[in-house]
């Protein structure tokens, strides 16, 4: 059974940092990217950052330049590094893994955690 395990959420004033972890435990085949993606009260889920197997990133213009993907494909684990926070960044995070495909399956899913709180005070 493939899970998203995140950590790292947690309430901080504005301007400080903040380190995500999503671990993903399981035994899989292949991971097309993982990303990163938040939602707000009221509002709908949006893209943070992605990053793909070969190392490409993509982040949305809110936070480039603020936030920083990476990844460790040895470990199946993104990271997502946070830095300048501001109240507008308060949201629950989830991390997504795309188009994953299990050992012997030719389809592929997207995973998700369950979400992790951060939470930034002006």
């Known amino acids: 059974q493939v899970q998203l395990v995140e950590s790292g959420g947690g309430l901080v004033q504005t301007g400080a940092s903040l380190r995500l972890s999503c671990a993903l435990s399981g035994s899989i085949f292949s991971i097309n990217s993982m990303g990163w993606y938040r939602q707000a009260p009221g509002k709908q889920r949006e893209l943070v950052a992605i990053i793909t197997s070969g190392g490409s990133t993509k982040y949305s213009d809110s936070v480039k330049g603020r936030f920083t993907i990476s990844r460790d494909n040895a470990k199946i684990t993104v990271y997502l590094q946070m830095n300048s926070l501001k109240p507008e960044d308060t949201a629950v995070y989830y991390c997504?893994?795309?188009?994953?495909?299990?050992?012997?399956?030719?389809?592929?899913?997207?995973?998700w955690g369950q979400g992790t709180q951060v939470t930034v005070s002006s």
């Open positions: 997504n893994a795309e188009n994953l495909r299990l050992p012997g399956s030719l389809a592929a899913y997207d995973y």
